[in-house]
């Protein structure tokens, strides 16, 4: 009886409108960070458009901001992809850690998962992850969607009020990506035991640490990714 409770309850939280629920927590930092994105994107002379079909097609606020940098710097457009490709290789490594739970879907169904993944929405993921087990394609497209079309409408809302905005950074919209990401990590860290919880936050430092030392030999993108990489394998041998 309460294993067929726990099936009910279990696939109550596995719907589309329960992925929009658990994808609203994360909106501000859509918001503001497509904002930002919008107005900058206006000071680089990106027509709104522009800014909107980046905003479509790319999907990624680090890769949209470097991508101006870099169209303001005149960069080579092979540069930018190359670079852009880079800096946004940690989402092989997202849909890897997801991909074993949506095995029961179609290839082109699976597709959508990964190319709507973010680093925010791998965030929610993993919570629900850690707390639950499981997770449902029709939540995933919940969480997926809700996080596109908000970044969409602010990253072009921030375009039209670009010129009203002319300093982002002023507002402090820069900081809501991490101020998110640092409570998604704390979500992540409350309900561990505590020798998982040491372990966690061994890696944490050994994570800063590892940064630290490549940022010396590496520009900033390739460092984050070596590091991650090297450190996810070391959790993943070490993980009990």
């Known amino acids: 009886m309460n294993t067929q409770v726990n099936v009910n309850h279990s696939l109550t939280l596995d719907t589309f409108s329960q992925g929009i629920k658990d994808c609203i927590p994360t909106l501000l930092g859509y918001i503001s960070i497509?904002?930002?994105?919008?107005?900058?994107?206006i000071t680089s002379n990106l027509s709104i458009l522009e800014i909107f079909l980046l905003s479509v097609i790319v999907y990624a606020g680090s890769a949209q901001f470097i991508f101006c940098g870099l169209y303001v710097a005149g960069a080579p457009f092979s540069v930018i992809i190359i670079t852009t490709?880079?800096?946004?290789?940690?989402?092989f490594l997202m849909s890897l850690t997801v991909a074993p739970h949506f095995t029961r879907y179609s290839p082109l169904r699976n597709i959508g998962f990964g190319t709507l993944l973010t680093d925010e929405t791998f965030g929610v993921a993993v919570t629900?992850?850690?707390?639950?087990?499981?997770?449902?394609?029709?939540?995933?497209?919940?969480?997926?969607?809700?996080?596109y079309i908000t970044w969409i409408a602010s990253c072009t809302l921030g375009g039209i009020v670009g010129k009203w905005l002319p300093n982002a950074e002023s507002l402090g919209l820069d900081f809501a990506l991490i101020s998110m990401f640092g409570a998604l990590l704390v979500l992540n860290l409350v309900d561990?035991?505590?020798?998982?919880?040491?372990?966690?936050?061994?890696?944490?430092v050994l994570m800063a640490i590892i940064m630290y030392c490549?940022?010396?030999f590496l520009p900033g993108h390739l460092a984050v990714l070596i590091a991650t990489v090297i450190v996810a394998t070391i959790g993943v041998v070490t993980e009990k």
Do not use: C, P
């Open 34 to 41: 497509g904002l930002a994105f919008g107005v900058i994107g």
């Open 85 to 91: 490709f880079i800096v946004n290789l940690r989402h």
């Open 128 to 147: 629900k992850l850690t707390k639950e087990k499981h997770l449902g394609g029709n939540w995933m497209d919940g969480l997926n969607l809700t996080a």
């Open 192 to 204: 561990l035991s505590k020798s998982k919880l040491m372990h966690y936050i061994k890696l944490i």
């Open 214 to 216: 490549l940022l010396y």
